[in-house]
């Protein structure tokens, strides 16, 4: 059996690791757009291990690629979780 984080647990863990890259908490929302954020590729680099050390959830780096908002990334970790 596995476990899965949740997506609730996925979107607090995204907006605190953004704010925690400096991002404005307030600002992080599933429509924000992460070039209105100021996230950049290294910003998703970190993301994409804190997701992966942290929640356990078996994302790559190369899996953020072409992504542009938060409600997208919170959809690739949802999908990766098994919560999708």
Do not use: H, N, W, Y
């Amino acid at each position: 059996m596995t476990t899965t984080v949740g997506r609730e647990a996925i979107e607090k863990f995204v907006t605190d690791a953004l704010a925690g890259l400096g991002v404005d908490r307030e600002a992080i929302t599933p429509g924000a757009m992460l070039d209105d954020l100021e996230v950049d590729s290294l910003d998703l680099l970190e993301l994409c291990q804190s997701i992966k050390l942290e929640l356990g959830i078996p994302v790559r780096p190369k899996d953020f690629d072409g992504l542009e908002s938060i409600a997208e990334v919170l959809e690739l970790c949802a999908r990766k979780d098994g919560t999708a």
